[in-house]
């Protein structure tokens, strides 16, 4: 974990003043657009980032450094909380499923805590990787991440196999690590 | 030079050949298990482990160390792709609103020790069967009143109209207030029926009459005051936002107060669904609340986190028992700020909605003063105020059927009281086991 991200979330851990401040000028924008990307709807957006904060400033232990870096973690709980709300969008009502079934999944991850400038940085050369990868890897990339759709659902909206979509996105995720490596301390 | 017997080289070949084999085999090998170790951990990272797989693999991540890096490691680059998505700026007051929840939570201890809440300690006993809503709703031709009935079916239609132009994808959220300008100046007034229909009001226990109330007294009043603003188009994303659930509200009492007013939404909300607190903490942190012609501040202060409702009629009576309980305090808070809070287990079997403000002795003794009962002459300007009492009366007889009113309010179900200078208003409601399954609702996708 970078230096800058481990303070964030130690003085949020200590309850030190404007830690929580600090967190969300540093944060707040990246993660409001993700969750408008994912959503198309910023009061939804901005729930999702006022639960997330507030369940950060709850339960700071439920990040660990051991989970990888924090501002990844921040941006894996946003997606995963916005894709909740779009399969509750699409499921409506269905019984026997246990509340917050979705939300309970644990988040791990790992990245830079960079600021804006560096994060500015590191989103041209996504952009730029991510435009490199095929067609067809980035199109499963896109309707997994952004859409939400699980592998069953990428398989019968494009007419896949089950197994050509795993290697697709196993693929153009591959590809994305080699070209981000360089950007990686 | 001796050399080998050609068996003997056959066999050296033979070997080699079986080592390169084995060796290419197991390189296969490492290579599919590797391969499958990273799907399984894009699979989890995606979601797209069942609940079964899921907790075995979490479980694995809990001991294998490389496991979790590896997981660590992909959420890494699960998380880069966050930065593809075009940048948007979130309303200022989303800041200070998520800032508000770094304040300490009231110390509500004297409260909760008090006689009031310790005779409901003595005095709770869980319905035989839970009640999930909707049984206070009437017919819409019961209401004698002609105007009164057009009135409602004005008003709901206005603002199934008003919905759409305030919702988290219309251009009002993004900024563009036009269009909600000119439906909201253009349309008919909502202060108008208002007018109409609350003069006089009396705090009746006629089922009609309540459901009337219910409708007209519980969010309307506020909505109306977003409206007017929006009319004038002097407004933020802050009203914006606050018409949106002001306006969803409204629409599930009103659905839920009259059973033919829309009966397919209706039969929508009588589904099971789960709504936990956080739907209330979202849209009352850093609320505005208008009744009529007082306002206040409203913060959150200790929210459990769970379930509070199984339908959303039910939900439609417990949000209208809050907004009564805003209207009552929020007009008398000596601070311009008010605060909510949900507190569960303080009362075994049941979860408090509190609400609490600064307020002065003068304006306590007011509120002590309210009464359902119609034969007593109420000061001007409070039979507002008494109906929202009886409104709230009323739900609880509902929730507890077991009990009288009387009984409710002897045993402090629900009631009011002057603690250390502030004034605590509050009712009980029987929990919801966290076992129970169910679907989950959001506020998402308003079944308008």
Known sequence: MSPIESIHWERIRDRAPDSLADLYDGFAGVMFSLALEVLGDRWEAEEVVQDIFAYVWKKPESYSPLKGKFSSWLLVITRNRCIDRLRSRRRKVVHGEPIEALSNRQDYSSEDGAEHASRADEKTSIRKAFDQLPNDQREVLELSYFKGLNHQEISDHLSLSLGTVKSRIRLGMDKLRRALTGLRP | ?448
Not at chain 2, 112 to 121: G, K, M, T
Not at chain 2, 211 to 239: V, Y
Not at chain 2, 253 to 262: K, P, Q, T, V, Y
């Open chain 2, 1 to 448: 030079m001796h050399s080998q017997p050609s068996s003997i080289c056959r066999y050296q070949k033979h070997s080699s050949l079986v080592c390169e084999v084995i060796t290419a085999q197991i390189v296969t090998d490492i290579n599919f298990i590797l391969e499958n170790e990273r799907q399984q951990a894009i699979d989890y990272l995606m979601g797209s482990l069942s609940e079964v797989e899921r907790k075995s693999y979490e479980a694995l991540i809990a001991t294998n160390i490389s496991t979790k890096k590896l997981v660590a490691e992909i959420s890494d680059d699960w998380s880069s792709l966050a930065l593809l998505a075009k940048p948007a700026e979130p309303n200022p007051d989303l800041r200070s609103r998520t800032l508000m929840l770094t304040q300490e939570p009231a110390d509500l201890s004297s409260f909760l020790e008090s006689d009031c809440i310790d005779q409901l300690r003595e005095n709770y006993t869980q319905p035989s069967q839970r009640y999930l809503g909707g049984d206070g709703a009437v017919e819409s031709n019961e209401i004698k009143n002609v105007s009164q009935k057009d009135g409602l079916f004005r008003t709901y239609e206005h603002l199934l109209g008003i919905l759409p132009l305030v919702s988290g994808q219309s251009p009002a959220a993004f900024g563009d207030f036009g269009a909600l300008q000119k439906f909201a100046s253009e349309n008919f007034s909502i202060e108008n029926e208002l007018q109409g229909w609350t003069d006089p009001l009396c705090p009746d226990q006629n089922p009609v009459a309540h459901s009337l109330q219910r409708s007209l007294l519980a969010s309307l009043p506020s909505l109306s005051h977003f409206l007017d603003l929006a009319g004038t188009g002097n407004i933020g994303l802050s009203e914006v936002r606050r018409i949106f659930y002001l306006c969803r509200d409204q629409l599930k009492i009103m659905r839920a107060s009259f059973r033919d007013l829309d009966p397919q939404r209706l039969a929508q909300d009588e589904l099971i669904r789960i709504h936990g607190t956080h739907l209330l903490r979202q849209k009352w942190t850093g609320a505005r609340h208008t009744f009529f012609d007082s306002s206040g501040l409203a913060s959150c202060g200790n929210f459990f986190e769970g379930p509070i409702s199984e339908r959303c009629v039910e939900f439609a009576e417990y949000d209208s028992n809050l907004y009564c309980l805003a209207n009552l305090i929020a007009s008398r808070s000596s601070t311009g700020g008010f605060q909510l809070e949900l507190i569960k287990d303080a009362v075994p079997g049941c979860v408090l909605a509190v609400t609490h403000a600064k307020v002065s002795q003068n304006m306590h003794q007011e509120l002590s003063a309210l009464s359902s009962d119609s034969s007593i002459t109420l000061p001007d300007g409070l039979s507002k105020d008494a109906c929202l009492w009886s409104l709230l009366k009323g739900s609880m007889s509902r929730g507890f059927p077991h009990h009288s009113q009387e009984e409710l309010s002897e045993a402090s179900f629900f009631g009011k009281q002057r603690v250390d200078g502030e004034t605590y208003l509050w009712f009980a409601w029987p929990e919801i086991e966290n076992a129970h399954s169910g679907a989950v609702a959001s506020t998402v996708k308003p079944e308008q």
